[in-house]
């Protein structure tokens, strides 16, 4: 299996501009995870979904951000419209809720995508 | 918000020596679990501790778990240069189960 795959890695735009994110989890696991990680505020649990439907979404900082997840392999991250704040490195992890009947919350993360906005 | 804070914030020891984090929690837990972090890249699973267990190994890993004071402790044996990354300690608690991580502690391993 190829892990988790998050594109872009590195992406730079322009204060204002919408910004995408985008990430394919592994298959067959039902639970999907996006992380915010800054230096000041360490790992941040933005969103997570359970089997496509958005459970907690708490953590999203504000209105400009936005989080799709239309089918098992794809999600999405938007970010409309960016600020030089949301510069960070964005990760996103999936995991199989359960693994041979046990409950398992073990996550698996991609390599992330680092978000500059100037 | 971070349910758990790791001890030291930073580490650096000589290769072949032992190295121990410490996290700390705040809410009861599911189960605890350990991460590794290198530069520059995503946070790989390390070893898993449910609540109803004391301690696990996993190689030269070795975790400990008290409930009583809500907290967990990380020992690597033996360590090497490529054991430098930073550590975090993640949280499922509740019935939500997603992960809680703490702030990290970053490990050097000099050669």
């Known amino acids: 299996d190829a892990g988790v795959i998050q594109s872009p890695r590195h992406e730079v735009t322009e204060m204002g501009q919408e910004v995408t994110l985008r990430c394919k989890p592994i298959?067959?696991?039902?639970?999907l995870f996006w992380y915010r990680q800054t230096m000041m505020r360490g790992l941040e649990l933005l969103i997570y979904f359970n089997n496509n439907v958005p459970i907690d979404d708490s953590g999203m900082p504000e209105d400009r951000f936005s989080a799709k997840m239309p089918n098992a392999s794809f999600s999405t991250l938007k970010i409309q419209p960016s600020e030089p704040r949301d510069s960070a490195v964005y990760f996103c992890a999936s995991s199989s809720q359960r693994t041979g009947g046990i409950l398992n919350t073990e996550a698996f993360f991609g390599q992330g995508t680092r978000l500059t906005v100037v | 918000s971070q349910q758990g804070e790791e001890d030291p914030q930073a580490l650096s020891i000589q290769e072949g020596e032992n190295a121990t984090m410490n996290c700390s929690y705040k809410t009861s837990i599911n189960n605890l679990q350990w991460y590794r972090q290198n530069s520059g890249r995503g946070l790989v699973h390390l070893i898993l501790i449910r609540s109803n267990e004391r301690e696990k190994h996993s190689g030269r890993l070795r975790v400990t778990l008290d409930t009583s004071k809500k907290s967990s402790s990380l020992l690597i044996t033996a360590s090497r240069a490529a054991d430098t990354a930073s550590y975090f300690c993640?949280?499922?608690?509740?019935?939500?189960?997603?992960?809680?991580f703490g702030s990290g502690t970053q490990l050097t391993v000099l050669p």
């Open positions: 298959s067959g696991h039902n639970s």
């Open positions: 993640a949280t499922d608690a509740g019935s939500a189960r997603q992960l809680t």
